[in-house]
């Protein structure tokens, strides 16, 4: 199945540092989602953006949607413990009539060190 | 917020034997839902999407007839896993989509064929 490029693939950091991560295609998405995802559980709806250009922040949190449609970032200020998980991109594609489905990133796996 | 229900949590069963994973919506209708599936130290993969009242629409390399999906309401779709093997063992998640609250996953079924 089609997947998103995301990077990095993972990273290991202090508490208190900030983190970055990306996630391209060569394919154009209307929506991009970002979800964390703890180990045994669902993914968990971080932020959403629905806008070529939009910024968008929740808490420490913070994602923009790439001008061309076909890349999104996701920063982390001030890292915690608890922010350890798997992050996931997710993009919506373009497509007529039903519910678009939900295309997911290869991931970036953050672990913090206290 | 939107609040999926995703059961059983876990399942073991024998290889030969089928598995039904069901994914409920508790507070909003939901039209449509999805079924991923997720290997160890992977992103999830989608399988298939559900309408209710309709056939659901299967990911390329995905066999419908292995894995059966019913969606009779909006509020409850169901996944059957037949003939499982170990090969079919993976986490197992749905994911509703409703207007309000956009995409929901459940909490994801772990399964192993032994």
């Known amino acids: 199945g089609q997947q998103l490029n995301q990077s990095p693939q993972s990273m290991f950091i202090q508490e208190g540092e900030d983190v970055s991560m990306n996630c391209t295609s060569s394919?154009?998405?209307?929506?991009w989602l970002w979800y964390k995802q703890d180990p045994g559980e669902g993914p968990v709806l971080l932020i959403a953006?629905?806008?070529?250009?939009e910024l968008t922040s929740n808490g420490r949190l913070t994602a923009q949607f790439g001008i061309t449609r076909k890349d999104s970032f996701l920063n982390i200020s001030a890292s915690i413990p608890s922010d350890v998980g798997i992050y996931f991109c997710?993009?919506?594609?373009?497509?007529?009539?039903?519910?678009?489905?939900?295309?997911f990133g290869t991931g970036t796996l953050l672990a913090v060190q206290p | 917020g939107a609040v999926v229900s995703q059961h059983p949590s876990w399942v073991i069963c024998k290889s030969g034997t089928s598995v039904k994973i069901e994914c409920r919506s508790l507070?909003?209708?939901?039209?449509?839902m999805f079924w991923y599936r997720q290997f160890p130290k992977q992103s999830l993969m989608l399988m298939a999407t559900?309408?209710?009242?309709?056939?659901?629409?299967?990911e390329q390399g995905v066999e419908k007839d292995k894995f059966l999906i019913n969606h009779a309401s909006l509020t409850l779709s169901t996944l059957t896993v037949t003939s499982a093997h170990p090969e079919d063992s993976s986490f197992y998640i749905c994911?509703?989509?409703?207007?309000?609250?956009?995409?929901?996953f459940g909490s994801g079924t772990r399964l192993t064929v032994v």
């Open positions: 997710a993009g919506q594609l373009l497509r007529g009539g039903a519910t678009n489905k939900l295309i």
């Open positions: 394919s154009i998405f209307n929506t």
């Open positions: 953006l629905y806008k070529a250009g």
């Open positions: 507070d909003f209708q939901a039209t449509t």
């Open positions: 559900s309408n209710e009242g309709s056939k659901a629409t299967y």
């Open positions: 994911s509703l989509h409703g207007r309000l609250y956009g995409y929901t």
